[in-house]
């Protein structure tokens, strides 16, 4: 078992569950286009550093523009849309970009994927190994948690909470309800699209597959699991399902076997934690 | 080319015509988004597949094929039982939004589909044995599943149509408006839902086996046929079965149509696009139900 590998992978899924936990757990918007913006930094980062010899850095912060702009559209659908058809619109939203990244294949080199994406550089440093990048990943996912913890003690979380729980309450105080759904969703975007720049650089190969549906049901089921509107939670589901794969390679079946397993896995959570535990096991929102 | 690419139009839009009434009558009747819907089109042909190799020695052909089909259909309406006994119903109760239900639907799907990739592999299956032809010629050829599809497709839709109008049907419609209203004229709320949900995947699983014979099947084709079900409902407005299948058949004319001008592997994410659009700006469906003003 690669520990180093494992330890990353937490890092980079935390700061993801993180940022979706701001949509989700503190604005109350259930979006299942997580996956996207985690490609969308992925992709951003691996076209700039392969195609343009841009620093890391350099790349990130692209990618975090780029994945902030067309955060606009999951937020346009917030505003316009409500419930069933937002969750609707998201998923047409992730199938849309899987699709894109799938077929555009001048651009994003299609089902081939990027390979030989550049390793991380600075001052003379090259990140080589995982240690190298669980090392690497362990200070964004720091700086995540510390900016977290600074946000909760501010007025805007609140607001976020307010507009969750009852939005026509948020407006009748003056609230331009819009503009925080705008806002957030940039933020939350920006965090996942840092992560999916670490998961680039460190596979130093992408392909569209690692930004499916599937995916961003993943995303999901780790905040139901922990539980949303809090730091904690998201941290457990991210443990929680990044651990899971390694338990279940100690059952005796096949890599097929075992990759349908984990899914049956996510499913049950899905539906279970609804049933019996729709606070999660330690969040403040409840589901209902 | 064109009669062939409308003849696979019509035939696409009968398997999709028959997913989304079955989706559209669950959506009215218990208003969850029903993904798990493309979960028991999967197990449909699976189930069948199964039991159709596993008795051809046995039986004949005919014996064979009605077996597998009951059997299929009987496990399906088993597991859709169980999924709104254990998952829907306790849901309902606790009064639960639309949209934890289509997330705890979401879980339902990934659990049945996971379930036959576990026992059966990711590998696609292949129904039919070997291609006949009903007619052919230099325009057109028509093979003989595709006319079974079309004689026992358009034979649905219309038994569709005949159940909208039966007491079943009708007591659907008046819970599809209120739970409370409909209790308060003596409908049973709870059978309603029942006979919608036997109702809607008995058509879902009869739509998958045909579909099973006319390409290969893969686990997870589920999904999109669903989510472009949805989208059929969506455009059609939830409360018109006509809508419905009209919208169907618009679908079927982008996705088979658009090949002419943009390359296959597009299509699908055209299909969403269509999705967004209409989401967007046609909330009531692109074909709204004549509704009386002060129920709107």
Request: glycine share 8%.
């Amino acid at each position: 078992m690669n520990w180093e590998h494992i330890l990353f992978m937490i890092e980079i899924y935390i700061i993801i569950s993180l940022g979706a936990n701001l949509v989700s757990g503190y604005t109350g918007l259930l979006s299942f286009a997580n996956a996207s913006f985690f490609g969308i930094g992925a992709y951003i980062t691996s076209m700039l550093m392969k195609n343009f010899d841009f620093n890391f850095f350099l790349a990130m912060s692209s990618a975090m523009i780029g994945s902030s702009l067309i955060s606009f559209v999951i937020s346009y659908f917030s505003v316009k849309l409500k419930d069933v058809y937002f969750i609707v619109a998201t998923i047409a939203f992730q199938i849309i970009s899987f699709g894109v990244l799938y077929n555009w294949e001048s651009v994003t080199e299609g089902s081939r994927g990027i390979s030989e994406i550049p390793n991380v550089q600075f001052f003379g440093l090259q990140l080589l190994t995982s240690l190298d990048y669980a090392l690497f990943g362990s200070l964004f996912l720091i700086i995540t948690i510390a900016c977290f913890r600074y946000f909760q003690t501010t007025p805007y979380l609140r607001v976020l909470e307010s507009i969750r729980d009852r939005e026509l309450g948020a407006i009748s105080l003056g609230k331009n309800v819009s503009k925080y759904k705008f806002t957030v969703n940039a933020i939350a975007s920006i965090l996942i699209a840092i992560s999916g720049s670490l998961f680039a650089v460190y596979n130093n190969y992408i392909d569209p597959t690692s930004f499916t549906l599937n995916e961003s049901i993943l995303i999901i089921s780790m905040i139901l699991i922990g539980g949303t509107g809090n730091l904690i939670g998201p941290i457990f589901g991210a443990c929680f399902f990044v651990l899971l794969p390694e338990f279940i390679r100690f059952i005796p079946i096949s890599s097929t076997q075992g990759a349908s397993l984990q899914m049956m896995i996510y499913g049950l959570t899905l539906i279970l934690m609804v049933r019996f535990k729709p606070n999660g096991f330690f969040g403040k929102y409840r589901f209902q | 080319m064109i009669i062939q690419i409308l003849l696979n139009t019509i035939i696409s839009g009968i398997i999709l015509s028959l997913v989304a009434l079955g989706f559209g009558i669950i959506f009215k009747a218990t208003k969850v988004f029903h993904i798990a819907h493309g979960g028991l089109y999967v197990i449909a042909v699976y189930s069948f597949s199964y039991f159709r190799n596993m008795m051809e020695d046995v039986f004949s052909v005919g014996v064979v094929l009605i077996l597998s089909l009951l059997l299929a259909l009987i496990i399906i309406k088993v597991i859709i039982i169980g999924i709104e006994f254990f998952v829907y119903k306790p849901l309902y109760i606790r009064s639960i939004s639309p949209e934890i239900s289509l997330i705890s639907s979401l879980g339902v799907y990934f659990v049945l589909v996971n379930l036959i990739t576990f026992f059966f592999g990711n590998e696609g299956i292949i129904l039919k044995d070997e291609i006949s032809f009903f007619m052919t010629n230099e325009w057109i050829t028509i093979t003989n599943s595709e006319f079974i599809i079309f004689i026992v497709g358009i034979s649905l839709i219309a038994l569709t149509m005949l159940f909208d109008r039966s007491s079943s049907g009708v007591d659907i419609n008046a819970i599809s408006d209120s739970y409370l209203v409909a209790m308060n004229y003596g409908i049973n709320v709870q059978n309603t839902r029942y006979i919608a949900l036997l109702f809607g995947t008995f058509l879902v699983g009869l739509a998958g086996i045909l579909k099973g014979y006319e390409v290969a099947f893969e686990p997870n084709v589920g999904m999109a046929i669903t989510l472009t079900a949805a989208v059929a409902v969506i455009i059609g407005g939830v409360y018109s079965l006509k809508g419905i299948v009209f919208s169907c058949f618009i679908l079927a004319t982008i996705e088979n149509f658009s090949v002419l001008i943009i390359p296959q592997s597009w299509v699908e994410t055209l299909t969403y696009l269509v999705l967004l659009f209409v989401i967007l700006f046609f909330d009531n469906g692109l074909i709204s139900n004549k509704m009386r003003v002060e129920t709107r």
